[in-house]
């Protein structure tokens, strides 16, 4: 289901062992394992369809940089998750773009950063709706657990004012801001260009 180089993965979670740096998923299919990633790492989606129903799809740690691209995963449950369960280790993310749908949450930040630079995000229904769409685990947020938004679109959730860590949670980076697409879905864009298509 995925390669690097002239090798060749049956799973997503033995290809991000196996591999020294860089995987390309070959084709659609259902995620069974949680993929861990314990090192510097780019995941290229290639835009297919993947599924799934395990905590998480893909989990970062060991202090791992990992960069994620053209996605289309829709998992009932997380979708990522940065850090070891036990905040031993920290995981830190990069997603540039693609379409992630997770139940409760698309990514949470157990310890590390997650920076957002672009791509679609929502939630598939829970009681929660998607109030943690994008989140931190509490008692680490900010010290520890912290996430730096500068595009990407969220359906339900308002990156720049949501509750994920209380009241007025902003988890846009310095200089942007998000925009109300009317729909119930926020664009995050740089601060200088709301104020302009705002008339500001």
Do not use: W
């Not at 599924?51 to 979708?79: C, E, L, S």
Request: glycine share 12%; aromatic share 10%.
């Amino acid at each position: 289901v995925a390669f690097e180089g002239n090798n060749y993965y049956n799973t997503l979670a033995y290809a991000v062992k196996d591999a020294a740096a860089n995987v390309t998923v070959l084709k659609a299919h259902e995620i069974t394992k949680t993929a861990v990633v314990e090192k510097d790492m780019t995941i290229d989606f290639a835009g297919l369809a993947i599924t799934g129903n395990v905590f998480p799809v893909v989990r970062v740690q060991k202090d791992a940089d990992v960069t994620v691209m053209n996605g289309n995963i829709n998992n009932n449950d997380y979708v990522f998750v940065l850090g070891a369960s036990d905040a031993s280790t920290a995981g830190n993310l990069t997603i540039e773009n693609g379409l992630y749908t997770g139940t409760v949450s698309v990514a949470s930040v157990t310890k590390g950063t997650l920076a957002i630079e672009g791509g679609e995000f929502k939630a598939n229904a829970s009681e929660y709706n998607a109030q943690y769409l994008i989140n931190c685990i509490d008692a680490n947020y900010p010290a520890t657990a912290n996430v730096s938004i500068t595009g990407g679109t969220f359906y339900g959730f308002d990156p720049e004012n949501n509750a994920a860590e209380g009241a007025g949670t902003n988890f846009c980076a310095e200089g942007y801001l998000s925009v109300d697409n009317g729909d119930g879905s926020y664009t995050v864009r740089k601060g200088d260009y709301v104020a302009e298509i705002k008339g500001g």
